[in-house]
């Protein structure tokens, strides 16, 4: 939905009728569509490259089957793992399959008509601090609260970020909230090394995963991006 515009014609775009006599305002009957919509539009949604994969589809069909049979069993009790905030972590080297499988747990979340935010931690970063310029404490606000109360926080590429005081600090303030509220977390990271993982994101952040995730699950193997022969 646009702003300016209206979907029941009913008041300005803004979500809001202005009673001209008292000066209150009371809202519109498409606010509450509005929120739904912008609660949909948190993150990248499944990006294109993945809007495809499937249990039975490359590259997940040639994984471990140990680790694609927990994964599927985490998938089919999507609702009751939500509610409990568990998540999944999956680690290992580049172009394995890793975003593949986790983002089969974020559709079955998505089918199961839950909020997902689907981010690459870098991307997350970028959008937390474009709301730091703006220079509005309160969309800064608005959007952490958004991020820390969807039913599932899909971290990709966690890692990858430049690492700052700063970047430690939103990483932990988030993941923390989560933890706190007992709220899912899906993440892959390229790093294997625990030690070297708390070097990059701090070491309360990674026990505070640890806690929601599990242990990280290997997802090994060559890189599938580059064509067996090269
Ligand atoms: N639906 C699909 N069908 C076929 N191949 C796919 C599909 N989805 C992903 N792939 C291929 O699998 C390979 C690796 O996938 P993916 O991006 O999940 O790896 P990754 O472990 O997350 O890599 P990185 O660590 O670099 O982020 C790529 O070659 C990709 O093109
Ligand atoms: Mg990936």
């Known amino acids: 939905m646009t702003e300016g515009y209206c979907p029941k014609g009913i008041c300005d775009g803004s979500g809001w009728l202005l009673d001209e006599e008292t000066s209150d305002a009371r809202p519109c009957e498409c606010r509450a569509q509005r929120i739904q919509e912008g609660r949909r539009r948190l993150g990248t949604g499944i990006p294109k490259r993945f809007r495809g994969v499937g249990w039975d589809r490359r590259p997940v069909v040639?994984?471990?089957p140990g680790i694609v049979r927990h994964v599927?069993?985490?998938?089919?009790?999507?609702?009751w793992n939500l509610e409990a905030g568990k998540g999944l972590w999956f680690y290992g080297d580049v172009g394995t399959g890793k975003t593949s499988l986790a983002m089969l747990?974020?559709?079955a979340a998505i089918d199961a008509g839950r909020d997902v935010a689907v981010y690459s931690v870098p991307h997350l970063l970028a959008d937390?601090?474009?709301t730091y310029e703006d220079g509005s404490g309160s969309s800064y606000l608005e959007l952490f609260r958004r991020l820390a109360s969807v039913d599932l926080l899909h971290l990709d590429d966690l890692g990858a970020e430049k690492r700052t005081e700063w970047v430690l600090e939103q990483l932990y303030s988030l993941v923390n909230e989560r933890w706190q509220n007992q709220r899912s977390?899906?993440?892959t990271t390229n790093i294997e090394d625990r030690d070297e993982l708390r070097e990059q994101i701090g070491r309360r952040t990674v026990s505070r995963l640890t806690e929601i995730c599990g242990d990280p699950l290997p997802i090994m193997g060559r890189d599938l991006r580059i064509p067996k022969s090269a």
Do not use: G
Request: charged share 40%; aromatic share 4%.
């Open 62 to 64: 040639d994984m471990n």
């Open 185 to 187: 977390i899906v993440v």
């Open 105 to 107: 747990v974020s559709k």
């Open 72 to 79: 599927k069993d985490f998938a089919r009790k999507i609702d």
């Open 128 to 130: 937390i601090k474009a």
